[in-house]
């Protein structure tokens, strides 16, 4: 069993930065992947970042050359940086690891960008 636990959203204003991180039970260097992933009001939960074990690294369009995903893999930690952070960047961002075949996820920590 895989437990995925976020932090650091908060409330920003447009231009601002965050820095989420994903704490993980077990070592991530043993995962397939794991990635971040958002969902705003009434829309449907989308891939931001995703970061796979053979280190490659795939965006959404929206935020590439905004954002930054990384790893420690001695902290079992996965981190995303957001720059110049959009009013529609608000959302409930998601943890997400791929692990044996099964999908893990986080709880969600909300992000909140004023214009």
């Known amino acids: 069993q895989v437990q995925l636990v976020e932090s650091g959203g908060g409330l920003v204003q447009a231009g601002g930065s965050l820095r989420l991180s994903c704490a993980a039970s077990g070592s991530i260097s043993s995962f397939n992947a794991m990635g971040w992933y958002r969902q705003a009001p009434g829309k449907q939960r989308e891939l931001v970042a995703i970061l796979t074990t053979a280190g490659i690294i795939t965006y959404a369009d929206s935020v590439k050359g905004r954002f930054t995903i990384s790893r420690d893999n001695a902290k079992n930690t996965l981190y995303l940086q957001m720059s110049s952070l959009k009013p529609e960047d608000t959302a409930v961002y998601y943890c997400?690891?791929?692990?044996?075949?099964?999908?893990?996820w986080g709880q969600g920590t909300q992000v909140t960008v004023t214009s």
């Open positions: 997400n690891a791929n692990y044996r075949l099964r999908a893990y």
